[in-house]
């Protein structure tokens, strides 16, 4: 059967397939944000195995649970699909064609590579965002470790951050002083 887009080889074809072990060395995100504050969401992964994973993959929400947006419920809609946190700027060269999915390359035996999001909080609520680490984007390299993702819990409270505009015209995550001059 032909792949889509002109192409005959199936998508999977030249992955390589193997279980590799991997690890989750390190994992945060504020577990407390407002509105319109920039957080940073960072993953740290080690490849605690003797072989290079082909393609070190993470994966924000996993069995259909939440991921940076939700879905409403508003009828109507054209895209029903609407943003939790706006991610201002996704992992450096891990953009790939799956939702939700980032993608940092080759990870050689005993190396980590550090996944970073920086994202902007655009509406209120309490969130459980899950993360999934994997060797490979279509399936035929499997991580080992059941510790190979995990659950954030955050808070957004519907107040905004507080900041302000210094006289150079840079914003700063600051409240204005008490003659509101920006610190």
Not at 92 to 121: E, I, N, Q, S
């Amino acid at each position: 059967m032909a792949a889509g887009c002109g192409g005959n080889d199936r998508q999977d074809a030249h992955e390589p397939k193997g279980t590799y072990d991997v690890k989750v060395v390190k994992a945060s995100f504020p577990p407390q944000q407002q509105l319109s504050e920039h957080a940073t969401m960072s993953i740290v992964v080690r490849n605690d195995g003797t072989s290079t994973v082909p393609n070190l993959a993470v994966t924000v929400g996993r069995n259909g649970k939440r991921t940076f947006s939700y879905q409403s419920q508003q009828p109507g809609l054209a895209d029903p699909t609407r943003p939790i946190w706006i991610v201002d700027k996704p992992p450096l060269g891990g953009t790939t064609a799956y939702v939700d999915t980032w993608a940092l390359g080759k990870l050689p035996a005993h190396a980590t590579k550090t996944f970073r999001w920086g994202v902007t909080a655009v509406r209120s609520g309490s969130y459980t965002l899950d993360y999934a680490v994997a060797a490979g984007l279509n399936g035929n390299a499997k991580v080992r470790h059941a510790d190979a993702g995990g659950t954030f819990k955050v808070n957004v409270t519907s107040a905004p951050a507080q900041s302000c505009v210094t006289a150079s015209g840079q914003v700063v995550n600051e409240p204005a002083n008490s003659a509101g001059e920006c610190p």
